[in-house]
């Protein structure tokens, strides 16, 4: 017979609310890609090159107002912090992060260089080719 366990506190841990804010925020941002590209199976890209790629190139959106200064951005998974998801999420939530349509000349501003919207490259952005 299988052994049932309640808590006493129903309160969630700090690690069920950083899953609940990661699947929310995923959930918010794949959302917001699939509605303004119009493509259901739309998916988010989180390394640089791969968002580049796979978001900037194919769809010519980019996320405006990431604060990366606050959270670098990269996978959520990696975001070790329950007030930086919960500052994402809310974000997202008010329209202060979103996704947005680029002009011809956004879009090539933005290939030239993506630090000023998704900050500087992190040392795991970097391919081993690339690297010096």
């Known amino acids: 017979m299988a052994q049932i ?4 506190n129903p309160k969630k841990t700090y690690s069920e609310r950083m899953t609940d804010a990661r699947a929310e925020l995923r959930r918010l941002i794949k959302d917001s890609l699939c509605a303004i590209t119009h493509d259901s199976g ?4 989180w390394s640089r090159r791969a968002y580049m790629k796979n978001v900037v190139q194919r769809y010519r959106v ?4 990431w604060p990366y200064v606050e959270v670098p951005f990269r996978n959520l998974s990696d975001v070790s912090n329950l007030g930086k998801l919960e500052m994402l999420l809310q974000g997202w939530k008010d329209g202060s992060i979103r996704f947005i ?6 879009y ?3 290939m030239k260089d993506p630090t000023p919207w ?8 970097i391919e081993p080719d690339d690297r010096d």
């Open 101 to 106: 349509r680029m002009n011809d000349e956004q």
């Open 42 to 45: 739309a998916t988010m890209s």
């Open 62 to 65: 980019r996320i405006e107002g």
């Open 118 to 125: 998704i900050g500087p490259a992190q040392p795991d952005d």
């Open 108 to 110: 090539h501003y933005m």
């Open 5 to 8: 366990t309640f808590r006493i």
